[in-house]
């Protein structure tokens, strides 16, 4: 694990009432092949202090955070009718990582675990009676604590 500890929440109720609402994120690492951002759609939760996803062990992502790679986060929503925006805000969110592993950290895990399954009943299938996930092996969750973050659209 990392040496990121949770703490108190940088964002707004606003805010935070936003990322429990929205379904998607962006994640951003960084290529240490190439240095460009490696960036993928992701499915989140929120905790109100840190973020949470998923990821196989066989991922770039994970080999982008093993090599020294930085995490961004991108959380928005766009909206438009007749060229008219309805919706035009999000939030980037610089992060740190704990990656959590189920026979290492499995507190932690399994607190990350249960939030994405609340979140998105399509991780049921993955998971087993006891809520376990049934491929331990394959499987890490990642905690993302949020260190800045820069935000448009919300109003105070």
């Not at 991922?59 to 007749?82: F, M, P, W």
């Not at 905690?143 to 919300?154: A, C, I």
Request: with cysteine; aromatic share 12%; net charge positive.
């Amino acid at each position: 694990m990392n040496e990121f500890m949770p703490r108190k929440s940088i964002f707004s109720e606003t805010e935070a009432e936003f990322f429990r609402k929205q379904r998607v994120a962006r994640m951003a690492t960084i290529d240490p092949n190439d240095g460009f951002p490696h960036v993928v759609p992701i499915c989140f939760a929120f905790n109100d202090v840190s973020f949470y996803t998923t990821l196989s062990k066989n991922s770039k992502r994970l080999r982008n955070i093993e090599n020294g790679s930085t995490v961004s986060l991108l959380i928005d929503e766009y909206e438009e009718r007749a060229g008219e925006w309805l919706a035009l805000k999000g939030l980037l969110v610089k992060c740190g990582v704990n990656l959590l592993n189920y026979y290492e950290n499995r507190g932690l895990f399994m607190n990350g675990w249960c939030i994405l399954i609340r979140k998105y009943s399509q991780y049921k299938q993955w998971a087993s009676e006891d809520s376990s996930p049934k491929d331990p092996d394959k499987r890490l969750i990642m905690q993302m604590l949020p260190l800045k973050k820069t935000s448009w659209g919300f109003t105070s």
